[in-house]
């Protein structure tokens, strides 16, 4: 029975396979590392990819050996990458099955390092060995952020737009080493120097290029193009008209937008100068064995230029009035679902001409002025009390109107009052009202609250009662700010039902 034996001889072998552990120092790493199938690129790019995986679920608690073992799987791991890339670059038009089937593995294969180094930045911040790590906290981000990047790249390929937490990331891991000082701390990443600010740049400026619209030999093409560019744009925090023409706003899940004629404001604001850019891709020539490449460049040129980067999500043409409050105080006034008089008088009657998942799309009088940042509560019903509540993200003036596009930020906003405790608060503070933006409307992260800058306190612990719950909380970071008022992120510590709380 030659095939029964074969049978056992394999699951013993997966079974010493399983009990063999590679991720408990370097040394193992690279015993496994030596082990990898050598018959073909694809087997063991494949295996790799899977102990990737393990590792990533294996390794909770990072320290210095952790960063070395995966220091090991990259330097092994890189080139088999690139050697997959090329065959799926190969393969576009000949092998539709393989070249999805490379695609694949390429992209789990950034997704996982990309993961990886950003667990490893967790660690060096928050873990027991931060301190171990912290010599390397440049390194560490400037891969988490080069990584990232390539995996919302890698998305694009499939028609994908990078995600909401995709840029969650990104943006979280540039503020904070923006903060600590070593965003332009030079780091040799795959024998090229590098740093933060750069790969930072690098992802932003892939996203403004309408990617999905790109074959993937273009895509790589612009990707090696900016990385080639020597005066590579680079995010700064100090605004100069003359110099700037693009933002990028790190409390905001989105890429970047192009800048008009008002003054932007925000501290989480960064400006980028793209004109070098934009003149290097026009004037690029055609080289004489790839016709059309001049109008691929000029195309790009366009695109990151263009006033709309922000509207990548698919829209609805709209074109009715509904009933918009404008300000916080409108706002509340118009949450509070006062009976008797005037239902309207906080509200005035806007255009709308789009909407999609993520927003909306307003046409309103030329000499309305609306600065980023401005907060609107929006329905198109107002004495049902239906209300979503949007901030203001971009304008233009087209036609003698002024088009505006409008971020949501939840669906269901309430108006609470809130009251924080004496034992969290520095002085006795009376009860104030804000707006409760639920969790359920904000991209599977915490609840929001909107409340006055005054009234904000880290960590302070609040109560306030929403319909027949009372919650308490503890307030969190700032996500935005919108003029007076500031939008912050709270963890819910406890929720009763109110008759049982009185």
């Not at 001889?9 to 015993?31: G, L, M, N």
């Not at 609805?316 to 006034?333: E, S, Y």
């Not at 108006?415 to 503070?429: G, K």
Request: net charge neutral; charged share 25%.
């Amino acid at each position: 029975m030659p095939n029964l034996f074969e049978m056992l001889s394999t699951i013993t072998r997966r079974k010493s396979a399983e009990d063999w552990a590679p991720f408990d120092s370097e040394r193992t790493v690279r015993k496994w590392l030596k082990s990898l199938p050598e018959e073909s690129d694809y087997d063991a790019h494949h295996a790799l990819v899977d102990g990737l995986e393990r590792f990533n679920a294996e390794n909770a608690d990072a320290n210095a050996e952790c960063l070395k073992m995966l220091m090991a799987i990259e330097e092994a791991g890189l080139p088999l990458q690139f050697r997959i890339v090329e065959l799926y670059m190969r393969y576009q038009s000949s092998f539709p099955l393989a070249n999805q089937t490379l695609w694949n593995e390429s992209r789990k294969f950034w997704s996982l390092l990309g993961v990886a180094w950003f667990n490893m930045f967790k660690h060096a911040y928050k873990g027991p060995a931060r301190l171990e790590l912290q010599p390397w906290r440049a390194e560490i981000a400037t891969r988490a952020l080069r990584y990232a990047g390539l995996s919302m790249r890698w998305d694009c390929h499939d028609s994908q737009l990078p995600s909401a937490a995709s840029w969650h990331i990104v943006h979280n891991i540039y503020r904070m080493v923006e903060r600590d000082g070593f965003a332009d701390e030079s780091v040799v990443l795959n024998a090229r120097r590098t740093n933060c600010s750069r790969e930072y740049s690098l992802t932003v400026m892939m996203g403004m290029m309408n990617p999905l619209g790109c074959k993937a030999q273009e895509l790589e093409a612009i990707a090696q193009l900016f990385e080639g560019f020597p005066d590579l744009p680079l995010p700064e925090a100090s605004f100069q008209s003359s110099r700037h023409t693009h933002a990028v706003d790190l409390s905001v899940d989105e890429g970047a937008f192009v800048l008009d004629d008002n003054q932007p404001t925000g501290k989480q604001l960064r400006f980028f100068a793209l004109a070098p850019l934009v003149e290097h891709l026009q004037s690029i020539e055609p080289l004489s064995n790839r016709e059309g490449e001049e109008g691929l460049y000029r195309q790009i040129a366009k695109l990151v230029s263009r006033d709309d980067v922000r509207r990548s999500s698919q829209r609805i043409h709209r074109f009715k009035r509904v009933w918009v409050a404008t300000g916080m105080g409108n706002i509340l006034a118009s949450l509070a679902s006062v009976t008797g008089g005037n239902p309207r008088q906080a509200m005035e009657p806007w255009m709308l001409r789009d909407e999609s998942a993520d927003g909306m799309g307003f046409s309103l009088e030329a000499s309305t002025a609306l600065p980023h940042g401005r907060l609107i509560a929006v329905s198109s019903d107002p004495s049902a009390n239906n209300w979503q509540l949007l901030a203001i993200r971009w304008n233009r003036k087209a036609g003698g109107q002024l088009l505006v596009g409008a971020q949501r930020l939840s669906r269901r906003p309430r108006r609470v009052e809130i009251s924080i405790a004496e034992a969290t608060s520095d002085a006795p503070r009376a009860p104030t009202h804000a707006v409760f933006l639920p969790g359920a409307d904000t991209e599977g992260r915490l609840s929001n609250l909107l409340l006055p800058q005054t009234y904000y306190q880290p960590g302070a612990q609040i109560s306030f009662r929403d319909g027949d719950s009372l919650f308490r909380a503890s307030l969190g970071q700032v996500y935005e700010s919108h003029e007076r008022w500031v939008r912050v992120g709270m963890d819910v510590l406890g929720r009763e039902r109110f008759a049982a709380a009185a």
